[in-house]
Protein backbone atom coordinates (compact mmCIF):
# COMPACT_ATOMS: atom_id res chain seq x y z
CA UNK A 1 0.00 0.00 0.00
CA UNK A 2 1.59 3.42 -0.64
CA UNK A 3 0.44 7.41 0.27
CA UNK A 4 1.28 10.34 -2.20
CA UNK A 5 1.76 13.06 0.28
CA UNK A 6 3.26 16.63 -0.59
CA UNK A 7 4.47 15.42 -3.75
CA UNK A 8 6.32 12.38 -2.57
CA UNK A 9 4.87 8.81 -2.96
CA UNK A 10 5.70 6.42 0.18
CA UNK A 11 5.32 2.82 1.65
CA UNK A 12 2.82 1.67 4.17
CA UNK A 13 3.22 1.69 7.21
CA UNK A 14 4.94 4.85 7.90
CA UNK A 15 5.84 6.81 11.06
CA UNK A 16 7.76 10.25 11.75
CA UNK A 17 8.26 12.05 14.59
CA UNK A 18 8.66 15.86 13.92
CA UNK A 19 9.16 18.57 16.40
CA UNK A 20 8.42 16.08 19.15
CA UNK A 21 4.85 15.37 17.21
CA UNK A 22 4.48 11.49 16.39
CA UNK A 23 2.71 10.90 12.87
CA UNK A 24 1.54 7.40 11.60
CA UNK A 25 -0.69 5.91 9.00
CA UNK A 26 -0.73 1.83 8.65
CA UNK A 27 -3.24 0.15 6.94
CA UNK A 28 -5.45 -3.30 8.39
CA UNK A 29 -6.45 -5.81 5.59
CA UNK A 30 -10.02 -7.45 6.04
CA UNK A 31 -11.28 -10.01 3.14
CA UNK A 32 -13.52 -7.27 0.80
CA UNK A 33 -11.65 -4.31 2.41
CA UNK A 34 -8.80 -2.28 3.67
CA UNK A 35 -9.25 0.07 6.65
CA UNK A 36 -6.32 2.89 7.38
CA UNK A 37 -5.76 4.06 10.48
CA UNK A 38 -3.98 7.50 11.58
CA UNK A 39 -2.65 9.43 13.85
CA UNK A 40 -4.61 12.54 12.23
CA UNK A 41 -7.13 13.01 9.72
CA UNK A 42 -6.56 12.15 5.93
CA UNK A 43 -9.49 14.08 4.30
CA UNK A 44 -7.30 15.10 1.55
CA UNK A 45 -4.91 11.98 1.39
CA UNK A 46 -4.58 9.80 -1.79
CA UNK A 47 -3.41 5.95 -1.17
CA UNK A 48 -3.27 3.43 -3.68
CA UNK A 49 -3.00 -0.48 -2.95
CA UNK A 50 -0.91 -3.17 -5.41
CA UNK A 51 -2.26 -6.67 -5.26
CA UNK A 52 0.59 -9.14 -6.21
CA UNK A 53 -1.09 -12.28 -7.25
CA UNK A 54 0.21 -15.63 -5.10
CA UNK A 55 1.31 -17.25 -8.28
CA UNK A 56 3.57 -14.29 -9.17
CA UNK A 57 7.29 -13.97 -8.73
CA UNK A 58 8.37 -11.70 -6.59
CA UNK A 59 11.54 -11.38 -4.55
CA UNK A 60 14.21 -14.15 -5.60
CA UNK A 61 12.14 -15.42 -8.13
CA UNK A 62 12.11 -12.09 -10.09
CA UNK A 63 14.62 -9.59 -10.30
CA UNK A 64 15.03 -8.25 -6.69
CA UNK A 65 11.67 -5.32 -5.98
CA UNK A 66 12.36 -3.19 -3.49
CA UNK A 67 8.37 -2.66 -2.95
CA UNK A 68 9.06 0.00 -0.32
CA UNK A 69 10.14 2.05 -3.96
CA UNK A 70 6.53 2.75 -5.75
CA UNK A 71 8.25 3.53 -9.21
CA UNK A 72 10.62 0.22 -8.72
CA UNK A 73 6.83 -1.59 -8.30
CA UNK A 74 5.45 0.08 -10.96
CA UNK A 75 8.02 -0.65 -13.57
CA UNK A 76 8.30 -4.08 -12.35
CA UNK A 77 4.80 -5.25 -13.04
CA UNK A 78 3.79 -2.70 -15.25
CA UNK A 79 0.94 -0.53 -13.43
CA UNK A 80 -0.15 2.76 -15.14
CA UNK A 81 -0.60 5.50 -13.30
Known amino acids: MYWSESGRVLALPYAQTIG ?3 YS ?3 RF ?3 RIELVASYA ?3 QQFRYVIIPGGAAVGGRKAAIDLNDYEAVKK ?3 IPD
Open 20 to 22: GTS
Open 25 to 27: VHQ
Open 30 to 32: YVG
Open 76 to 78: AYN
Open 42 to 44: LSS
